[in-house]
């Protein structure tokens, strides 16, 4: 964490994580069983019968998906140490309004970030449609579209979002959790996955081997192969 904070010139003096913050940071981990529980649509629906599993599946998704994404925009927004790229640290643009002031680095590294995440994610949700988004349940395999790219756009456009944010708000800690978040989206996405392979068998399998999870591949066999 100390070679991280060397880049960066922090503007609040006082280190200790913001309580808020901290409630963030579980409220995400938390979601995570629910979540898992969410997906696992054949076990939900063997316990209590079809019509009640998928019932109960909705809720789990609609609690788990709602929940991580308010605690993690809660990373974004609570008090917490502010920093500066040491780069034109001079050059800000002000928000009259919020009485904030932005960095013009930051904002320069926020709009890439930010926007090809937003393609990632509005991309996602079209191929799959927003009740596939809401309800983790998918009736196929989408593989058109930004599910050419990777498999999990909507992740990987909240990761990239997530550091866009950061850099625009100046949040230190939310930066510093980036790591913390790649992870857990690491494992939601294995989770899914394994779900995905028991409902839809080798056809989804041969799916995940030509495209990959969550860092874009651009050699020449996976273009051919998509």
Sequence with gaps: MASILSYFKLLNGDVEMDVL???????VIAAIPIHFSSVEHLRLEEKYGRDR??????????ISGWG??????????????????????????AVPVASFTIQIVHL????????IGS?????????????????????KIITSGVYSIVRHPQYLGGLLAHVGISFLLSAS???????????????ISRKEEEELVREFGKEY???RKKVSMLMPKYGRSQKARV
């Design 205 to 207: 399998e041969n799916y």
């Design 119 to 139: 393609w990632l994610g509005i991309g996602g949700v079209k191929e799959t449609t927003l009740r596939v988004a809401e309800t983790h349940r998918t009736e």
């Design 21 to 27: 913050f901290f409630v963030c940071v579980l409220g």
């Design 108 to 115: 320069m590294i926020f709009v890439p970030f930010f926007f």
């Design 173 to 187: 800690y939310s930066l510093l959790a980036t790591p913390l978040m790649a992870l857990l989206v690491y494992l």
């Design 53 to 62: 599993g998928r019932r109960i599946g909705k809720i789990y998704s609609l």
């Design 68 to 93: 991580f994404f308010l605690f993690w925009a809660g990373l974004w927004f609570s008090p917490q140490p502010r920093f500066v790229v040491p780069v034109f640290s001079k050059l800000a643009v």
